[in-house]
């Protein structure tokens, strides 16, 4: 049982589901917020997430280390190939479209919607089940 790999598997677990299923799309309702401004915004926070993310990381393997636990390893690669996918890749070519997009179009409400979100969205869904198989797992 490696209970610190699985409270870090779940502290992590509610940072992805407080950024990126209550904050990201509720910000665009504030009062005042406008879409450049709230994508500007979300790149920062998804910024932080990001880091955060890489730092709970490293505390998982670390716990892992100390006391390894052969499946919950397999998970963490895996979570971690999903992380990279989404930083790395996916959100590098969000942030060049979203850069690309406020030139060519007036900085307005009219910046067009890309189906790239959805792949976002899919990878930090795969990360919530990977996080609670995790957590679990290091339980047991």
């Known amino acids: 049982m490696n209970t610190v790999a699985a409270a870090l598997a779940f502290v992590w677990l509610g940072m992805i589901l407080a950024i990126s299923f209550l904050e990201a799309p509720v910000k665009f309702r504030a009062p005042g917020i406008t879409v450049p401004l709230g994508v500007g915004i979300g790149r920062l926070v998804f910024r932080a997430l990001n880091a955060c993310e890489a730092v709970l990381a490293v505390g998982v ?8 636990h052969r499946t919950v390893t397999v998970i963490l690669f895996v979570l971690a190939a999903v992380d990279l996918a989404a930083c790395v890749g996916l959100r590098r070519v969000m942030d060049r479209r979203v ?42």
């Open 61 to 68: 393997a670390v716990a892992l280390a100390v006391g390894p």
């Open 99 to 140: 850069i690309g997009d406020a030139a060519t179009h007036e900085i307005s409400d009219e910046m067009p919607r890309h189906n790239l979100h959805f792949a976002y969205i899919g990878l930090e869904v795969a990360k919530v089940g990977l996080l609670i198989a995790l957590g679990v797992t290091a339980l047991a």
